[in-house]
């Protein structure tokens, strides 16, 4: 995959964990899909390098999705724990 496919990833897994994991994020909208732009990075390098699954050429791979949507519900609460309360 290129990188406009990874960063096209990124957002609609930015989005599917927004859709998870709801609740205000200091940063809103642009916050939220730069996050799953790098967790699906995250997410990839995270798959490849400790659970020995390397991640697909195809877009449409469910472990890339799985890997995508992981990392970014980590960053997207690791965002939520270090520069925002989302309970207020």
Do not use: C, E, N, Q
């Not at 990833?9 to 989005?15: F, I, S, T």
């Not at 390397?54 to 791979?61: K, L």
């Amino acid at each position: 995959m290129g990188i406009i496919s990874w960063i096209v990833l990124g957002l609609l897994a930015g989005a599917t964990a927004k859709l998870l994991l709801p609740g205000r994020d200091p940063g809103g909208f642009i916050g939220t899909t730069l996050i799953g732009v790098a967790g699906a990075f995250v997410g990839g390098w995270i798959s490849a390098r400790f659970l020995d699954r390397p991640i697909a050429d195809h877009f449409f791979d469910g472990a890339t999705w799985a890997a995508a949507i992981g990392g970014s519900l980590v960053l997207l609460i690791a965002y939520r724990i270090l520069f925002g309360h989302s309970r207020r």
